[in-house]
C-alpha cells in the first residue's frame, strides 16, 4: 500500500502539481475576500479533490464524488433546489457507491489496481443513453416544477446532465468528461444566479463557482488523459496478444 501511495504521488505531471495547489488557493482566497460560509468553502475544496482525482482516472475517484455529493445536498436544500437534492442524494450517491464497487470488483480480476476501468459503449447503448437523457430532462423538468424548485430550466438541465455524466462515469466511458464540461457552464451560471438577482447570500457562492470553473480546467483535462490512458492501454493489449501469437 505505501508503495501505491509513492507511485501515486510520482505519477503527477507538472500540469497537476501547479493546477492542484492554484486551484486550492485560488478558491481560499476568494472565500477570504467575499466571506463565505463554512460549507460553500469546504464542497468547492472536495470538489476539487474529487474531479482531479476522476480526471487522473484513480479508482478511489467515486468515493470523493461521494463527499463531494453529500456536501452539495446540504447546500442545495438550504437554497431550495429540490431538484439537485433528489438527483443526488436518491441517484447520483448510491450511483457512485456502485461505480467504485464496480471498479474494484472488476481490478480485483487482475485488471490494473490504480487506474479507472475504461470502456468504449455500443451504438445501442448510445441510443439508449441519448433517448433517457431526453427523457429524464422533460420529466424532471415537470416534476421540479412541482416541487417549486428555484430555476427550474436550469436545475432541469443539469439533473438530466448529471445523470447522464454519472452513468458513463460507472461506464468508464471517456465522455463522460464533455458532459460533466457542460453541466458545469450550466451550473455556475445556476449557482451566480443569486448575484445576479442581487440577493444579499449570492456573494456566498462565489467560491462555488470558482470550483466548477476549476471542474471546467480539471475536465478538460480529464478529457486528455484519459484519452492517452486509453491510447497507451490498447498498446500494452496490442502488444500482449502478438506475444501470444508468437507463443503459439
Request: glycine fraction near 4%.
Amino acid at each position: 500500500m505505501k508503495q501505491k501511495i509513492i507511485d501515486f504521488f510520482k505519477s503527477f505531471t507538472l500540469f497537476e502539481m501547479l493546477f492542484l495547489p492554484i486551484a486550492l488557493i485560488a478558491v481560499l482566497v476568494v472565500s477570504i475576500v467575499f466571506k463565505c460560509d463554512a460549507l460553500s468553502i469546504v464542497y468547492s475544496v472536495v470538489g476539487i479533490l474529487a474531479t482531479f482525482f476522476l480526471a487522473k482516472g484513480v479508482f478511489f475517484a467515486p468515493l470523493c464524488l461521494i463527499a463531494m455529493y453529500a456536501l452539495y445536498v446540504a447546500q442545495s436544500y438550504l437554497q431550495n433546489l429540490y431538484g439537485e437534492v433528489i438527483l443526488y442524494l436518491f441517484l447520483l450517491i448510491p450511483l457512485q457507491i456502485y461505480t467504485f464497487v464496480n471498479w474494484v470488483v472488476k481490478q480485483k480480476q487482475g485488471r490494473n489496481s490504480t487506474t479507472a476501468i475504461m470502456r468504449d459503449l455500443h451504438w445501442k447503448e448510445w441510443v439508449c443513453v441519448i433517448v433517457g437523457y431526453i427523457a429524464i430532462g422533460v420529466a424532471s423538468y415537470f416534476a421540479l416544477g412541482a416541487l417549486d424548485t428555484n430555476y427550474l430550466l436550469l436545475s432541469a438541465i443539469c439533473f438530466a446532465g448529471a445523470c447522464l455524466a454519472n452513468y458513463l462515469t460507472m461506464r468508464g466511458n471517456i465522455f463522460q468528461f464533455v458532459v460533466y464540461l457542460v453541466n458545469d457552464i450550466v451550473l455556475i451560471v445556476m449557482w451566480l444566479m443569486p448575484i445576479i438577482e442581487g440577493l444579499p447570500i449570492g456573494t456566498n457562492f462565489v467560491p462555488m463557482a470558482v470550483a466548477f470553473a476549476a471542474y471546467i480546467a480539471n475536465n478538460i483535462y480529464g478529457l486528455v488523459n484519459w484519452y492517452k490512458i486509453i491510447k497507451k492501454k490498447k498498446a500494452q493489449q496490442v502488444l500482449l496478444e502478438n506475444n501470444e501469437e508468437e507463443v503459439k
